[in-house]
């Protein structure tokens, strides 16, 4: 039985390290980005397998609706969420449509897309969604001398963390995984796009974040960690996440009363 993957941002980077393994992995592939001849080029180069392109800007509704058909009318094997923009400046200095493009293509488009993949995977009793967020999701906490400041990016990422927790338990016996795949710098184009200079720090190639987020979902991770050798840091922040929910009470606390 042939296996399809839908990948988006599939031009470059992760997503096309993503496409690029899935191809050497038997899949049939759906390649989304906004580069048509990009996505040609690799449909090209990869004769063996079935390779489809659909040039798609996922800043846009069109664009999310365009691909989001094909999540809904496509047996899909794997969805692949990970088209993505930076746009790293503080908050009072983010152009409007800059803002409303971060949070089109890393919110609205993944939940839009998974939205519409879930629901035939679940009739079909098997599917896998790799949501593409970042370390940065776990970032809140940081104080100002954290360079640079992304407020909205550190959001966004933090809802596909959350968002994909939350589904995983939602699809729980169903044969549908969900992972949140979480990396910290990584060598892209991705910060270059951004006119960030990235030549002298240390970053994961996309080669190795992939074979971690294939390995992490036979490892049944719903929140993958590339570059953390501890998993039980995470197992800890998510520990003291449900012990901060199970501690509220529909009384006020003591902190806030005033005597």
């Known amino acids: 039985m042939s296996k399809l993957a839908l990948v988006t941002g599939a031009t470059s980077g992760i997503g096309k390290a993503f496409a690029e393994r899935l191809a050497a992995d038997g899949y049939e592939l759906i390649i989304v980005g906004r580069n048509k001849e990009r996505l040609e080029e690799f449909a090209a180069t990869h004769t063996g397998v079935k390779v489809r392109t659909v040039a798609a800007d996922l800043s846009t509704d ?32 983010l152009p409007a449509d800059k803002a409303r493009e971060l949070v089109h293509v890393k919110v609205v488009a993944p939940t839009m897309l998974t939205r519409a993949a879930v629901a035939g995977m679940q009739e079909r009793g098997e599917g896998k969604i790799i949501n593409v967020a970042g370390m940065i999701a776990f970032s809140g906490p940081a104080g100002k001398s954290v360079m640079p400041r992304r407020a909205v990016y550190a959001g966004s990422l933090a809802h596909l963390v959350a968002m994909s927790q939350t589904l995983s338990a939602e699809l729980e016996d169903t044969g549908v995984q969900v992972q949140a795949l979480c990396p910290g710098v990584v060598a892209t184009e991705f910060h270059t796009r951004q006119g960030l200079d990235m030549s002298v720090v240390p970053r994961m190639s996309a080669e190795d974040v992939v074979t971690a987020g294939l390995r992490g979902l036979e490892l049944g991770e719903v929140v993958c960690v590339p570059g953390v050798e501890d998993a039980g840091l995470l197992d800890a922040v998510f520990q003291a996440d449900l012990a901060a929910f199970g501690g509220q009470s529909p009384e006020l606390a003591s902190r806030y009363r005033i005597n």
């Open 62 to 93: 069109i664009g999310v609706d365009t691909v989001a058909e094909l999540c809904a009318g496509e047996p899909l094997t794997m969805l692949v969420n990970n088209a993505g923009v930076a746009h790293y400046m503080p908050l009072a200095e």
